[in-house]
């Protein structure tokens, strides 16, 4: 079966540029994270989603962030205008519910902003 | 601001040494996760522990969960160069929310 897909897996852009990461999660799955991980902050929980409705987005750091669930098998965050301290792997992970479920994660996406 | 303090931060050891690692918060939480995360991928569930001192075994790895549920250990017997990777650890407040700590960094040499 196949797991958590995220695209593309390397970006690499300039400041001021729109960028656009996308995920599909397991299918099934009706809970879908958004992480940032850098070697300063560790792993972060930016915006979750149950079925497709954003529940918590307390992490989101400022309004140049945004995420959307469309359907069950797609989310996309998007970062407009991006800066160089966006720079960091974004990671996709989705479960199902009851509490203490795993989460599965994709391999993630390297954003690099130039 | 990480709520969960991982230590060492840093470890590296000899084939067949043991090593533990800690996972400490002044929080109490209902589970805690400990996760395994290898080079350009994402990370791994290893196990999940509930219970104040919740002890569980997975192969040559023992995880341990404090009494009060508010620290948690990784303790890996014989180690193997397969259980090099980035350890993390992640509690919940009883929602689906996940906390991570920094990570410890494991290199076992050969």
């Known amino acids: 079966d196949a797991g958590v897909i995220q695209s593309p897996r390397h970006e690499v852009t300039e400041m001021g540029q729109e960028v656009t990461l996308r995920c599909k999660p397991i299918?099934?799955?009706?809970?879908l994270f958004w992480y940032r991980q850098t070697m300063m902050r560790g792993l972060e929980l930016l915006i979750y989603f149950n079925n497709n409705v954003p529940i918590d987005d307390s992490g989101m750091p400022e309004d140049r962030f945004s995420a959307k669930m469309p359907n069950a098998s797609f989310s996309t965050l998007k970062i407009q205008p991006s800066e160089p301290r966006d720079s960091a792997v974004y990671f996709c992970?989705?479960?199902?519910?009851?509490?203490?479920?795993?989460?599965?994660f994709g391999p993630g996406t390297r954003l690099t902003v130039l | 601001t990480q709520l969960l303090e991982q230590s060492p931060q840093f470890l590296s050891i000899q084939e067949g040494e043991n090593l533990t690692v800690y996972c400490n918060s002044s929080?109490?939480?209902?589970?805690l996760q400990w996760y395994r995360q290898e080079p350009g991928e994402g990370p791994v569930l290893l196990v999940t522990?509930?219970?104040?001192?919740e002890v569980k075994k997975l192969k040559r790895l023992t995880f341990q969960f404090g009494d009060a549920r508010k620290d948690s250990s990784l303790h890996i017997t014989a180690a193997q160069p397969g259980d090099t990777g980035l350890y993390l650890c992640a509690g919940s407040y009883n929602d689906y929310k996940l906390s991570f700590g920094a990570g410890t960094t494991v290199t076992v040499r050969a």
């Open positions: 299918s099934g799955h009706d809970y």
């Open positions: 992970a989705s479960r199902t519910s009851g509490v203490n479920n795993e989460q599965f």
């Open positions: 522990v509930v219970t104040g001192g």
């Open positions: 929080s109490v939480f209902s589970s």
